[in-house]
């Protein structure tokens, strides 16, 4: 499982109020990735990063935002939850053959 | 990245090999094609990718076409718990940081 932890594994939050998922990983990689998975989209990209304090966007970054303060540690923020961000997000890493593995996963809900 | 296709099911008898076709036809020379699959509610696992060569390691095989616009992932001996989403992507070399892009895949079910 490459060392991947995701915290909260579950939140319910209101609409409005900020919320921050961490991904934590034990193994050093440079790599790290945030995705959202939803019915009939599968696994879409939102950021990902590739070194600390250095971040990038990807498919779907409208309304959330990410820090990397330490190589450990990937920080996802809805600024403000909407309930179109009702979702399951995936950490992941990428490992040096480029293939990438991930956490078990967040669910979140916006009421 | 090169889009791929793959049939939307597929069923298998246990104790029988699975073989989860993926055609690429758009592959270019240095895209490497991946294999990984989601066990309901779990994150995407990693299994297997490979560039020109067949690939085997302890979960499964790839082999690819010699033209590379196809290729074809071997799980030897099906079990129940190899119930789950393939998804076949096809992306640039192991050191490009892009994300995966992951289609529909192939909803594989074992059958006891």
């Known amino acids: 499982d490459a060392g991947i932890t995701q915290s909260p594994r579950h939140k319910v939050t209101e609409t409005g109020t900020p919320v921050t998922l961490r991904c934590h990983q034990t193994e050093n990689h440079r790599y790290m990735y945030w995705y959202r998975q939803d019915p009939g989209h599968g696994l879409r990209l939102i950021h990902y990063s590739y070194g600390v304090k250095d971040t990038d966007k990807g498919e779907v970054s409208d309304g959330y935002s990410v820090s990397r303060s330490k190589t450990e540690d990937f920080l996802l923020t809805l600024e403000s939850a909407t309930s179109s961000q009702t979702s399951v997000y995936f950490c992941?890493?990428?490992?040096?053959?480029?293939?990438?593995?991930f956490g078990p996963g967040t669910r979140l809900t916006v009421t | 990245d090169a889009k791929t296709t793959q049939p939307p099911s597929m069923d298998c008898a246990e104790g029988r090999a699975a073989n989860l076709p993926c055609n690429h036809s758009t592959i270019s020379g240095n895209e490497y094609v991946y294999w990984y699959r989601q066990i309901h509610s779990q994150g995407p696992q990693y299994i297997i990718h490979g560039l020109k060569n067949n690939e085997t390691n302890e979960m499964a095989s790839l082999i690819i076409t010699e033209d590379r616009k196809s290729s074809t992932l071997i799980l030897p001996h099906a079990t129940l718990r190899d119930t789950a989403v393939y998804y076949c992507?096809?992306?640039?070399?192991?050191?490009?940081?892009?994300?995966?892009?992951f289609g529909k895949g192939t909803h594989l079910i074992i059958q006891p």
């Open positions: 992507i096809v992306r640039p070399p192991p050191g490009s940081a892009d994300g995966l892009t």
């Open positions: 992941a890493i990428r490992a040096t053959g480029g293939e990438q593995y």
